[in-house]
């Protein structure tokens, strides 16, 4: 079974939840998420080397590490589903306020773009998951696709 895991920086409000739990129920994959907080007040200069850090205790060594990132490729939803579909064990990395650090920047297979805009975390992870049921979808030549 494909395994599919989401990291984030920031957590979901308790309504985005939902949504995504509703996505979760509907992905004929084992998802998992992890939502990496703190609370520490941290200088600007070292949020993002922090948050490389709390990412990389998650990242797994063999799976495709697929970071979300506006200067990363913007694929049509049939280009994502091959991409899904090609890969068995994938780390989705979703960044907070400041980017993603080049340490986990330097360990991704892909970059991808969900759009030219920037959406907040909370968004880009119900996109995310959206669009991973859709790729199943089209790759199961189900309607909800069309």
Known sequence: MQQIHIIS????????NIIAQQYKKMIRSEVKTTEITYNQKLPENQIKQFEA????????????KIILDV???????HEFSD?????KDIDFIIGGA???????????????????????????KILLLEQIYRAQSI??????HK
Do not use: R
């Open 83 to 87: 991409l899904i579909a090609i890969n």
């Open 53 to 64: 850090k709390k990412i990389s205790e998650y990242l797994k060594s063999k799976s495709y």
């Open 71 to 77: 200067t990363g490729k913007a694929l049509d939803s």
């Open 9 to 16: 920086v920031g957590k979901l409000s308790a309504e985005l």
């Open 139 to 144: 790759v199961e030549n189900h309607p909800y």
């Open 98 to 124: 400041y980017g993603l650090d080049q340490t986990i920047l330097s360990v991704a297979d892909f970059k991808l773009s969900l759009s030219k805009m920037t959406y907040p975390h909370q968004l880009a």
